[in-house]
Structures are given as C-alpha cells and as structure tokens.
C-alpha cells in the first residue's frame, strides 16, 4: 500500500468547473505538499500546509490531520490549469509523493 | 519564492558517454539536494540525499558509481550519468530543502535524457 493515495488518477473538466482532487497519507507528517507538474516536466510547489486552510488565487488547499486527509480545490478551471497534480507528504525526514492526479481542463 | 535552476533541460547523449546536471539554489541556501528519477507516469523515485560538503545517501538499487553526486557548496549539486546506457534514458529532477527552513522544498525544472 503507498503511504499517500491520490484520487482521481484522471480528471477532465469544462472550463469554468470547479474541481477538487483527494489526498490521504498514511504517515505521520510534518507538512504535506501540493506540487503541479506541467507536461514539460517542471514542478511547481503550489501549497505548503500542516493544518487548516490556504488559498492562492483559484486555488484553495485544506487539511485534516486527524482524518489524514487533505483536498486541492480549483476554482473557475481554465484549460491552462492542465497539468498533474501531486499531494506530497512531507514527514521531515522523507518526502511520500502521490502517484499524481491529471487534469485535463477543455475550453 | 524559492527557486531552483536545473539544467540542461533537454540532452540526448551516445550510450558510454556521461552527462552531468547541475542544479543551483537562486535566492537560497540549500542544505540539502535530494535527486529524483520519473519514469512514464509514474511518480518520483527518490535516487539520492545530499548534504553539502558531505557523500551522498543512495537508496537501494542505485548504484553510486553510476549517478555520480556533487553537493560542494550550498547553492549548487551535480549529478552525473557514468558510461549511460538507454535504459537510463528518463526524467530527471532535483528539490532543494531550505538551510532556514526545513520543511520547505523547491523543485527544479528537471532534465528529460535520451541515450542513444
């Protein structure tokens, strides 16, 4: 079993739609990470969080640590939100990376 | 924010040459360099863990005499591809992890490598 599980492993949206990807770890953490992958490859680290909530922009990041769960949320999706998401659970000493979620967001 | 400079980007390389990528910290000192392989879909492999001015860790099943680290300073690491072989061809990223803040990670733009 991975220590972190993503769902879905695929998404395709209308642009506009509002979009949430799932998180659970296993692990005890010290943060857990929200990373997008372009298709170029370059990774991004969208959000940081070891408890409650964050936001940037559409973009919208909550955690429950006792549930070990943690949600990505997109607002108003626009096809450049394509990308692969990754929930990344940082345990301080090791980082556990999702397998990946990826959106397609069409126009 | 914090951001890393990985490159090359892109190389292609005959199989029995070496390649070297390099990653630099920008606006930050970056205690330690951890290397990660993707494969197709997959999600990142930790390769190695390095400490500046130390030898790198590597995880099982990575052969250190292949990929070759080099963390000399704070703000720049290597890893070098010995002798490649096709079957190294993949993507290869770094991720920094903050001198001042731990917990926090930068990623670089990875290398996609093709061995002929």
């Known amino acids: 079993k991975n220590e972190v599980e993503q769902s879905p492993q695929n998404l395709t949206a209308q642009e506009g739609e509002f979009i949430t990807i799932n998180c659970s770890y296993s692990?005890?953490?010290?943060?857990l990470h929200w990373l997008q992958q372009h298709p170029g490859g370059g990774i991004v680290s969208l959000f940081m969080?070891?408890?409650g909530k964050k936001k940037h922009g559409r973009l919208i990041a909550t955690i429950n640590i006792q549930e070990k769960h943690s949600s990505l949320h997109i607002t108003a999706s626009h096809p450049r939100d394509s990308a692969v998401y990754i929930c990344?659970?940082?345990?301080?000493?090791?980082?556990?990376f999702g397998t990946g979620t990826s959106l397609t967001v069409i126009p | 924010g914090a951001v890393v400079s990985q490159h090359p980007s892109r190389v292609i390389c005959k199989s029995g040459t070496s390649v070297k990528i390099e990653c630099r910290s920008l606006?930050?000192?970056?205690?330690?360099m951890f290397w990660y392989r993707q494969f197709p879909k997959k999600s990142l492999m930790l390769m190695a863990t390095?400490?500046?001015?130390?030898?790198?860790?590597?995880e099982q099943g990575v052969e250190k005499d292949k990929f070759l680290i080099n963390h000399a300073s704070l703000t720049l690491s290597t890893l070098t591809v010995t002798s490649a072989h096709p079957e190294d061809s993949s993507f290869y990223i770094c991720?920094?992890?903050?001198?001042?803040?731990?917990?926090?990670?930068?990623f670089g733009s990875g290398t996609r490598l093709t061995v002929v």
């Open positions: 606006d930050f000192q970056a205690t330690t």
């Open positions: 692990v005890g953490i010290s943060a």
């Open positions: 990344a659970a940082n345990t301080g000493n090791q980082f556990y």
């Open positions: 969080l070891s408890s």
């Open positions: 390095s400490n500046e001015g130390s030898k790198a860790t590597y």
């Open positions: 991720s920094a992890r903050d001198k001042t803040t731990s917990l926090m990670r930068a």
